[in-house]
């Protein structure tokens, strides 16, 4: 590879990390690599931008490692002229990502993760059951399994009440769907019968979903591997659009 070329790419890749250090909270370290040449640069174009990172932070959400590829890239050259960057079209992404028990933990009692927990409306037997989270913790146990401890708000025939349960659910892998394993109620009155169907195909059809949206990025999950005390995530995304530098994510 000619020398101009890889100290073009060196350039982008530096501003690239300066970009992204701006978004993040905190980083133990991180590197960009942007793979162009200079015709290309001028035309806003590259051929994929790698990104290895160690211990990146946002939002109070903390990542022990990724490692991310995305396919061809087309920016709006005048965008980087003012300080954003802005895609000509959309991006395919693959990532790899390693998040230990205690960052997810962490992050579940975060403002910006409770902000985003759905509140669930339960058709049972023709009435409105809703299911609000309260409190959420996860454990990875041995068996590649998680186990889930926590409150959710109950809210039935217009009387709201506490239940608190555990959980284990044996993950997502490329060749099976997330299964449930066991539910039991531990605080409370408990929850019906009819409550917990409900409530079964409900997250059914939510984990069965082609693909999940957040803002401008659209993802699915094809496989998790869970370990003690770490789980990894191997995600297929499709972004749209990059976050402004001073906006939020």
Known sequence: ?????????????????????????????IDVDVQTDLLKMFQGQADGVSVAGQGLVMRGIRVQDIKLQTDNVAI????????QIELNQPVNTSARVVLTEADINHALTSEFVRSKMPNFELNVDGEIVGLQPQEIQIHLID?????????????????????????????????????????????????????VVALTQKVKELVNLPYLQFDDVVFRVKNMEVQKSSMTLLVD?????????????
């Open 76 to 83: 709006n050259p005048l965008s980087v002229l003012f300080g």
């Open 143 to 195: 068996g590649g399994k998680m186990a889930f401890t926590g409150k959710v708000l109950l809210t039935e025939k217009g009387k709201a009440r506490t239940v608190g349960f555990t959980a284990q659910v044996c993950p997502r892998t490329e060749h099976k769907p997330i299964m449930l394993e066991s539910f039991n109620c531990t605080q409370g009155e408990g929850i019906s019968l009819e409550v």
């Open 237 to 249: 995304a499709r972004v749209t659009q990059i976050p402004a530098t001073e906006g939020n994510f």
């Open 1 to 29: 590879m000619p020398e101009e070329q890889r100290l073009e790419e060196h350039m982008l890749s530096q501003e690239a990390e300066r970009q992204i250090s701006k978004q993040l909270d905190g980083a133990e370290k």
